[in-house]
Structure formats: C-alpha cells, structure tokens
C-alpha cells in the first residue's frame, strides 16, 4: 500500500511540480509557507483539477496517467478529504453529512445513518447529529468533516489544514482526535499544514513545499538537522546561510551570499573551487554585544540593528538585519541587561567554526 | 440603532406619501366603485368561477414550466464561456422588455397553424395549439421565463463550487451532487423564481388575447375576463378586478414572512 506523486499542475500562471512517495504506515506532512502550492496538489490527489503532467498510483492502481489519457474522476478515487474551509453541505444536518458519502455510493438511508451516528459517537459529538453545520463550533464542525472523510474507508486520507481554522483550546483537542485517527486509518495519510508544529507533532516525514517545488523531503529530525532552505530553517528556528564558498587562509573558507559574507572553516573533503554550500547556525552560538567585539577568536562579526524580538519561555529570540542577517537566542537577563529592544544597535558574533558547513548535492 | 434615530427629512415623508398614495387611491377607487351588491353574483357566476380556474392552472403551469426550462438555461449561461454570451443573456431577457402582445405575434407567427413549426405540427398531426390552454399557458410562459433565467443564474453564481468538488470526492456522481447539493442549495431561488413567474403569469395579457385568442374555459383568463366584462358590464368588470387583487394580496400575505421583509 503506497502512494507515488510525480506530477506538474498547472493553476492560473501558478504551476506546481512535486514528486514522491507515501507508504500505508506514515503520516506524510506536506509543509510550506500559503500560497507554497499546497492546495493545488490536494486538488489534483483528489482528483478535482487533473495534472498537466506526470502521474499518480495509489496502491498499483494508476489514477492519473497524462501520457496514457488516463484520469480517474474524483468520485471514483478511494479518498477522504478534509478541506481547508471544511466545505461541511450547509443544508445538511452533520448526520446526513457524514452519511453522504454512504449514501452517494448507493447505500439505504437508514444503514448510513446509523454508521454515521456511531463514527459521531466515537468522535464524541452524538448529541450534535440534528445540528446544523452553522450551529456547530468550529472543533465540532471540524469532527464532523473528518468523520465524512472517513467513513467511507477511503485508502488515501488527506488533510489540508485541519486545525488551521481553530482557536487554541478547540485545536488542542481536535490535534489529538487527529492524531488518533491518523495512527488507527490503515491507509496512506497525508497532512498539509504551513504550521511546522503540527507538522512535526503529527508527522513521520515531511515533503517541504515552496514555490511551487518541492524543496525537502525527509522525518522531522532531518530536516531539523540539515534544513537545506531558508524557509526550512526558520521552521526548525536555524539561521541558514546560502552561497558560493570562496578559500581564504588555509582551512578557512568565506560563503558569498546576495545578503553579506560568513567565514567558516573549510569543510573537509571539498574541492578548492566555487561550490554552493549552505552553512548552518544554531541561533544559540551567536552572541551579541552592545559595542563592536574587539580581540576575540570570533571570525564573523556583524553590525545591525534589531529587527524584531520574540520570547519563548526563559529564552528570547532576537533578530538582527545585519549582512547577512542572524537570528541569536539570548537568556530574558541578557535581553534586559543589554537593553534590547527593536531598533537598537548590536554586533552579532560567531565563531567561523560553529557554522556547520554542507556541500549541496546538487552543486552547479 | 443608528439609523432609526436618524430624523428623515420631512420634504421626503411628503414625497413618500405621494408616492404610496399613487398606489393605494386607484385599489381604493376599485373598492369604492365596486358594486358590492352584485359582486356576489359576479364572482360566483360560472365565467368568473371559470376564469379564476383557468387564470390559477395557467399561472401555475406556466410558471413550473419556466423554471423547468429556464433552469438549462441559466447553468450554461452561469457556468460555461461561450462566445457570444452575453447576446443569448440579451436574447433570453428580451421578453421581459419587449411588449407582450410583440410576443403574442411572434409565438403565433411560429406555433400558429401557418407558422413554421405549427404549420407542420397541424399538417402531420392535427394538432393545433392557438386558441387553447397549452397556448394560454405557453404564452405566460414566455413572458416569464427571463425572469426564472435571472434569478437562477444568480443563485447559481453565488454558489460556492467548492462545495460541489467537496460531494464529487466523497463519492457523489455529477447527477447525485445536482440532486443531493446544487438543487437544494438553490431551493431559495427556486422559490423565488416561481413566485414571481407565477404572478408575472397570473397578470399576463396581451400575449395571451394575440396568441391563445380569448375563449371562455378555455384561453380566458381573469384579466382577459376583465377586459371582456369592462366592455359590455362595467361594473361586473370592477368586481372581477378586485378578485385579482385579492389573488395578488394572498401571494403578497403568503411570502410575507420569507421575501418581503428586509430582516
């Protein structure tokens, strides 16, 4: 049991081109930033807007094939969807919802019902079957969808966005519910959320999305390791930077990016010449002075002002719009002690060593 | 609220009521004139009971019958690019602006025993649509029709497709979803559209007198039943008048609840 994506959508001037695989026993996320391309790729899985190109199997059974004409229509494709907006039938009771798509495949009125009424007790809403879609919160509204998605024991379950719409205490326990679900479906699971927590609480791997493109695959510990795009470090919170590597002294190297120059040490086992390499940073190793560092071991040293200051607990994350910007987390105290606020004037330093330096595969 | 606090200018309470009296003083003047000793005798003699009949069956086919036509229409029109679309919207309307015995012609010079469909019909078939209730109902159709257009097509627009995609992937046919999602969502302008056809009909006249004739029992409808009576008894021709307007009122009570108020 397996899904594999190798398709190009086209949407408007927006074209979408992403290829992987997706086993039965895995939660795939599909995470990237709004308007990444995401729903696009919901879209032509579920069969609503057919790719331009490539193909999409599910389990051996080809359900889209551009070259060879085929297209499986989406009411004939094994999928349960939850829509972003959830798209509950408003002249529906949640009842009659969730025994839709029983009903839709032919089954007798009263048989439907009372498989819905049971998934609605399971999911703890049986009380609300009479009600309405616009008399539902959001969480119940949001049980109501996903028992609809499921009840007709689709072999392909996506989720876009399920817990985007919901305030903090309804996603709580809807994030829960989800994540039953997802462990007890028997079939290939696919989560798309820009929200990186609920990609990495839910999720086994990741297909980061941007732009259009896949940009990463691999399980959350990867790519909180080696995030191989901006994008992908700011979600694992990792300043990332991104160039050409220049040789200075001996073991020591320069990363050109557009945004400003890092020195590191050479990585082992590179050539001498111009390769693109990104260099990773963990926000921890940067540490920031009130006035320029003088006769430190620190290579990289970076004037700027502060951009913006976010707190997470005892620790402060500050950033800096130097060349190239870096992003530093600080202890309360220092935030308090060196009088940082947005706006003031800092130096960022680093050692050339703390940058953990990658050669990209795909140097060009 | 904000608004009901708001004073209106009494130069538009002044205006205001001209214009409700130019409504309200010709039903009253059909109250006062109404001979109400005989309008007993008008109203229950057979060609008024007949009339009313007749005026209610046509009404009522006609309107059933542009909805029924009019639904087609108003999904090609709100769901498919075709050059010249905005002529066929221009086209469909035109009834509702051209005059109606215009139309009464122009259906005769096509359903009419030497029209070009009714020319064929008679010679194979014998069969022969002016000057009967088909035509009656026909010809009130016509004049409705735009009017089921418009207002499917705005339904139809204002729904959200989405919805539709959402029934396609949990199983749902094309024939299922239009049953089970798009007709039911729309029940709203369904209701509409055969109310105001229904009272468009109701009302129709010179397409119905030009192409169906006027025919006791059969084409004559309550306003062709007044036009006659106006002719030869005057006043039999007020009592029927107030009938319509009762008819018109009932509709008006009836949707109160559901159309009419703003909130």
């Known amino acids: ?364 | 609220m904000a608004a009901s606090k708001r004073t209106t200018p009494a130069v538009f309470v002044l205006l205001a009521i001209v214009g409700i009296a130019f409504v309200a003083l010709p039903l009253a003047g059909l109250a006062q004139r109404t001979p109400w000793s005989r309008a007993a005798d008008v109203l229950t003699s057979d060609s008024s009971v007949t009339a009313l009949r007749l005026s209610l069956v046509v009404a009522t086919s006609a309107a059933l019958l542009s909805l029924v036509m009019g639904f087609p229409v108003a999904w090609v029109l709100s769901r498919s690019t075709f050059p010249g679309r905005t002529m066929v919207r221009g086209l469909v309307i035109l009834p509702l602006v051209m005059p109606p015995v215009v139309g009464g012609v122009a259906l005769l010079s096509v359903f009419g025993r030497r029209g070009f469909l009714g020319g064929p019909l008679y010679d194979l078939f014998g069969v022969q649509l002016t000057f009967t209730t088909t035509a009656a109902v026909l010809a009130a159709a016509f004049v409705s029709f735009p009017l089921a257009v418009l207002v499917l097509e705005a339904g139809l627009r204002s729904l959200d497709l989405r919805l539709e995609d959402a029934a396609a992937t949990l199983g749902g046919s094309r024939w299922y979803v239009l049953r089970r999602v798009t007709l039911p969502l729309l029940a709203p302008q369904m209701a509409a559209g055969l109310v105001l056809c229904w009272a468009r009909a109701l009302g129709e006249f010179g397409a119905t007198i030009t192409f169906a004739g006027n025919l006791q029992g059969r084409t004559q409808t309550l306003p062709l039943a007044v036009f006659e009576r106006l002719q030869t008894d005057p006043e039999g021709a007020i009592a029927l008048s107030l009938l319509l307007v009762a008819v018109s009122l009932a509709v008006i009570v009836g949707l109160r609840a559901r159309f009419l108020a703003t909130r």
């Open chain 1, 1 to 364: 049991m397996s899904l594999r994506v190798d398709v190009e959508a086209r949407r408007g001037d927006f074209s979408v081109a992403a290829a992987f695989e997706a086993a039965a026993d895995e939660t795939v996320a599909l995470l990237g930033p709004n308007g990444a391309g995401k729903s696009t790729l919901v879209a032509v899985l579920a069969g609503i807007d057919p790719p331009t190109q490539g193909r999409v199997d599910l389990d051996g059974e080809t359900l889209d094939d551009v070259d060879a004409g085929r297209h499986v229509p989406p009411e004939r494709r094994p999928v349960g969807v939850v829509f972003q907006d959830r798209l509950l039938f408003p002249h529906l009771s949640a009842i009659e919802n969730v025994a839709f798509p029983l009903r839709a495949r032919g089954a007798q009125r009263r048989g439907a019902r009372s498989r819905a009424a049971a998934l609605l007790a399971r999911f703890g809403i049986a009380e609300r079957a009479e009600a309405r879609p616009a008399g539902l919160s959001g969480g119940e509204a949001q049980r109501v969808a996903l028992a609809r998605a499921l009840i007709h024991e689709p072999r392909l379950l996506l989720l876009d966005e399920p817990l985007a719409s919901l305030d903090v205490r309804a996603r709580t326990q809807v994030r829960a519910l989800v994540r039953r679900e997802l462990l007890a479906f028997p079939g290939v699971r696919l989560l798309v959320t820009h929200d990186p927590v609920e990609a990495m609480s839910l999720a086994d791997r990741m297909v980061l999305v941007e732009e259009g493109r896949i940009t990463q695959i691999g399980t959350p510990a990867e790519v909180r390791a080696a995030p191989r795009t901006q994008y992908a470090a700011e979600l694992v919170g990792v300043n990332l930077f991104a160039g050409r590597l220049e040789p200075l002294e001996t073991g020591a190297g320069r990363i050109v990016t557009p945004e400003g120059d890092v020195v590191v040490a050479w990585p082992a086992g590179a050539a001498g010449g111009v390769e693109a390499v990104i260099g990773l940073l963990r926000p921890a190793d940067v540490s920031l002075h009130v006035q320029a560092p003088e006769g430190g071991s620190a290579r990289n040293v970076l004037p700027g002002i502060v951009g913006s200051v976010s707190v997470e607990g005892e620790r402060a994350r500050v950033r800096i719009d130097s060349s190239p910007p870096v992003v530093a987390e600080v202890t309360l105290g220092s935030v308090e002690r060196l009088g940082i606020r947005e706006g003031t004037q800092l130096w960022a330093s680093f050692k050339a060593v703390e940058v953990r330096v990658e050669v990209q595969a795909e140097a060009d």
